[in-house]
């Protein structure tokens, strides 16, 4: 058997080479992923030594990102891309209009035509959502408010740079390139491929949401768990290669919209468990792909150029996407964390740049340029989101413009005073009204239990003050809101949300307030329950399925004796 295979030498050297300098950079307190990057840059053909096959680097990085994708999508609804469509669908076209205008800006500074300042702002407008959602998952806030607008704003980049590849093609001749699909008129072109993703993304939410966890269903059945771990890589890979070949949509979208249908399944968070270890060996494989993309070379020639393209990354655009969450009265760490969540670009940038290239509109600087500002700002962006708490303080501490946009003084921020005074004592603090906060919030409305809810959700709050329900907007983990539901008079403190770290904030602040209030707190695993337990002494629920259910009951069977306060009663474990 021969020894010299590009494939087995491809993944041997990036994954060996990634351990190596990945542990190096974690013991100096960096970010594991700039020794993955390094990684790339050693082995990539920009420097002397092996270099291993960039072409088989590429594809092995797709996996790693519809792998990545589909994982995001069994934990991210149509409920929960839907709540956050207000802000994710006007913020990231406004911010991908206005990172496109300086790129085009400073690309028309040095000279280019408007054909190569287009693709070139095109490519820096957009973020990788692979850095993101390692980002977020290492942060815990994922699952929370905030990650899902985050998500949710880089979904609706993706389907716009999906029309923008398509578009490209048909407009070259008009941008002094080189025009690659004949005569097609471009009305035709546009409407042809909203057909298709259009399409696409009824076919999934329609016939997809039954179809795929049906099928999860009949494997489970057979009880191997290799045919589970089968059917979930296969689905992923399969339904994003089908999407990318018969409805023109990338592969990263694809997949995700099939994680979103497999989500039905009650056997979707076993299925995610399932997949993270390839999801994660495959992710390592994305950042060493674009380090060998990097020819070092050009921080010498260009230093320049290539500090305003990583300030226009880093800086313009999460300035321009700070400002456009203010705007749309969310609170300083939201705009905060969505800032950091978009100070980098990653691989839609790669594609649109090597097709504007192949159409002659893109110069041979300008990818160059682009990588460089991707490299840097993928190394960097772990740093600018564990500065969000500090900036937040600071900003508080000596701005009073600051302390008010963290407050944000908002009719939907505090109850009104005509709120029913059985609202404001002795009743049930419900943080979240996702999937299992309804759960519980329709148990305690059948037993006349009252209770108020605490909701990121600034549209869902203003739904639920119509139903006439009690709740205040506002993330629960700051004081405010917390004391804003009255907590200080509550019986219960029930947390929905999966946010481990904000739990903890939560029942914090419940417990200085209130200091014999019971608290109940959902997990998604045994080992974080047990930390839970171990550090909150709270009553904590595991499970998916009949998670709500069971909340409901316990919430309930707590608050079903009348003068007899929960806390004082012994929790189960």
Same mark, same amino acid.
């Given at each position: 058997?021969?020894?010299?295979?590009?494939?087995?030498?491809?993944?041997?050297?990036?994954?060996?080479?990634?351990?190596?300098?990945?542990?190096?950079? +974690?013991?100096?307190?960096?970010?594991?992923?700039?020794? $993955?990057?390094?990684?790339?840059?050693?082995?990539?053909?920009?420097?002397?030594?092996?270099?291993?096959?960039?072409?088989?680097?590429?594809?092995?990085?797709?996996?790693?990102?519809?792998?990545?994708?589909?994982?995001?999508?069994?934990?991210?609804?149509?409920?929960?891309?839907?709540?956050?469509?207000?802000?994710?669908?006007?913020?990231?076209?406004?911010?991908?209009?206005?990172?496109?205008?300086?790129?085009?800006?400073?690309?028309?500074?040095?000279?280019?035509?408007?054909?190569?300042?287009?693709?070139?702002?095109?490519?820096?407008?957009?973020?990788?959502?692979?850095?993101?959602?390692? %980002?977020?998952?290492?942060?815990?806030?994922?699952?929370?408010?905030?990650?899902?607008?985050?998500?949710?704003?880089?979904?609706?980049?993706?389907?716009?740079?999906?029309?923008?590849?398509?578009?490209?093609?048909?407009?070259?001749?008009?941008?002094?390139?080189?025009?690659?699909?004949?005569?097609?008129? &471009?009305? @035709?072109?546009?409407?042809?491929?909203?057909?298709?993703?259009?399409?696409?993304?009824?076919?999934?939410?329609?016939?997809?949401?039954?179809?795929?966890?049906?099928?999860?269903? @009949?494997?489970?059945?057979?009880?191997?768990?290799?045919?589970?771990?089968?059917?979930?890589? =296969?689905?992923?890979?399969?339904?994003?290669?089908?999407?990318?070949?018969?409805?023109?949509?990338?592969? +990263?979208?694809?997949?995700?919209?099939? !994680?979103?249908?497999?989500?039905?399944?009650?056997?979707?968070?076993?299925?995610? @468990?399932?997949?993270?270890?390839?999801?994660? +060996?495959?992710?390592? &494989?994305?950042?060493?792909?674009?380090?060998?993309?990097?020819?070092?070379?050009?921080?010498?020639?260009?230093? &320049?150029?290539?500090?305003?393209?990583?300030?226009?990354?880093?800086?313009?655009?999460?300035?321009?996407?700070?400002?456009?969450?203010?705007?749309?009265? $969310?609170?300083?760490?939201?705009?905060?964390?969505?800032?950091?969540?978009?100070?980098?670009?990653?691989?839609?940038?790669?594609?649109?740049?090597?097709?504007?290239?192949?159409?002659?509109?893109?110069?041979?600087?300008?990818?160059?340029?682009?990588?460089?500002?991707?490299?840097?700002?993928?190394?960097?962006?772990?740093?600018?989101?564990?500065?969000?708490?500090?900036?937040?303080?600071?900003?508080?501490?000596?701005?009073?413009?600051?302390?008010?946009?963290?407050?944000?003084?908002?009719?939907? %921020?505090?109850?009104?005073?005509?709120?029913?005074?059985?609202?404001?004592?002795?009743?049930?603090?419900?943080?979240?009204?996702?999937?299992?906060?309804?759960?519980?919030?329709?148990?305690?409305?059948?037993?006349?239990?009252?209770?108020?809810?605490?909701?990121?959700?600034?549209?869902?709050? #203003?739904?639920?003050?119509?139903?006439?329900?009690?709740?205040?907007?506002?993330?629960?983990?700051?004081?405010?809101?917390?004391? @804003?539901?009255?907590?200080?008079?509550?019986?219960?403190?029930?947390?929905?949300?999966?946010?481990?770290?904000?739990?903890?904030?939560?029942?914090?602040?419940?417990?200085?307030?209130?200091?014999?209030? #019971?608290?109940?707190?959902?997990?998604?695993?045994?080992? #974080?329950?047990?930390?839970?337990?171990?550090?909150?002494? =709270?009553?904590?629920?595991?499970?998916?399925?009949?998670?709500?259910?069971?909340?409901?009951?316990?919430?309930?069977?707590?608050?079903?004796?009348? !003068?007899?306060?929960?806390?004082?009663?012994?929790?189960? =474990?």
């Amino acid at each position: 058997m021969p020894h010299s295979v590009s494939l087995i030498n491809t993944i041997a050297a990036g994954l060996g080479l990634a351990l190596i300098l990945g542990f190096i950079a +974690a013991r100096l307190r960096l970010p594991a992923l700039v020794g $993955y990057l390094l990684a790339g840059v050693i082995i990539g053909p920009f420097t002397p030594g092996f270099v291993a096959d960039a072409s088989i680097a590429a594809q092995l990085a797709e996996i790693g990102v519809m792998l990545l994708m589909f994982g995001v999508g069994l934990h991210f609804s149509l409920d929960d891309l839907l709540a956050v469509r207000k802000i994710a669908v006007p913020g990231a076209i406004v911010q991908m209009a206005v990172a496109t205008a300086m790129g085009v800006g400073l690309a028309s500074w040095w000279g280019w035509n408007l054909g190569g300042a287009l693709v070139f702002g095109l490519a820096l407008s957009v973020a990788s959502t692979v850095v993101l959602l390692r %980002a977020l998952e290492s942060l815990g806030i994922l699952d929370s408010f905030t990650g899902r607008i985050a998500v949710g704003w880089l979904v609706v980049e993706d389907l716009a740079m999906v029309l923008a590849l398509v578009l490209l093609p048909p407009l070259a001749s008009m941008l002094n390139g080189t025009p690659d699909t004949g005569d097609t008129p &471009l009305w @035709q072109t546009l409407g042809a491929t909203l057909l298709q993703v259009g399409g696409f993304v009824v076919l999934m939410l329609v016939v997809g949401r039954r179809l795929f966890p049906w099928v999860l269903w @009949q494997v489970t059945r057979t009880g191997s768990r290799e045919l589970f771990t089968l059917c979930v890589v =296969a689905a992923a890979v399969s339904i994003a290669f089908a999407s990318a070949a018969l409805f023109g949509v990338s592969f +990263a979208l694809g997949a995700f919209f099939a !994680g979103m249908v497999m989500r039905e399944s009650e056997f979707s968070h076993r299925a995610a @468990q399932e997949s993270l270890p390839l999801r994660d +060996a495959f992710a390592v &494989l994305f950042f060493v792909s674009v380090g060998m993309l990097f020819d070092p070379s050009v921080l010498i020639e260009r230093p &320049l150029q290539v500090l305003a393209v990583v300030l226009v990354i880093v800086v313009g655009k999460s300035v321009a996407a700070c400002a456009l969450v203010l705007l749309l009265r $969310y609170p300083l760490n939201t705009a905060l964390t969505v800032s950091a969540s978009l100070a980098q670009i990653g691989e839609f940038s790669f594609i649109l740049a090597a097709l504007g290239a192949h159409l002659g509109l893109l110069p041979a600087e300008g990818q160059s340029l682009l990588l460089a500002g991707a490299i840097m700002s993928i190394a960097t962006n772990p740093l600018w989101f564990t500065l969000i708490a500090p900036l937040e303080k600071w900003l508080s501490e000596h701005s009073s413009f600051a302390r008010g946009l963290a407050l944000r003084e908002d009719p939907l %921020a505090e109850l009104p005073m005509s709120t029913e005074a059985r609202f404001l004592s002795n009743q049930v603090v419900l943080v979240g009204f996702g999937r299992i906060g309804r759960r519980i919030a329709a148990e305690l409305t059948a037993n006349a239990i009252p209770f108020v809810v605490a909701e990121h959700n600034r549209e869902l709050v #203003e739904k639920l003050r119509a139903e006439g329900m009690a709740a205040v907007w506002g993330d629960a983990a700051e004081p405010v809101v917390l004391v @804003q539901a009255h907590v200080a008079e509550a019986r219960l403190l029930v947390v929905t949300t999966p946010d481990a770290i904000n739990a903890r904030q939560m029942i914090e602040t419940a417990r200085t307030l209130n200091p014999s209030i #019971e608290t109940v707190i959902r997990s998604h695993n045994e080992e #974080e329950a047990g930390r839970l337990r171990g550090e909150t002494a =709270a009553t904590v629920f595991i499970g998916d399925h009949e998670l709500a259910r069971a909340m409901a009951r316990h919430v309930v069977q707590r608050t079903a004796q009348p !003068g007899v306060h929960p806390a004082r009663q012994q929790a189960p =474990a």
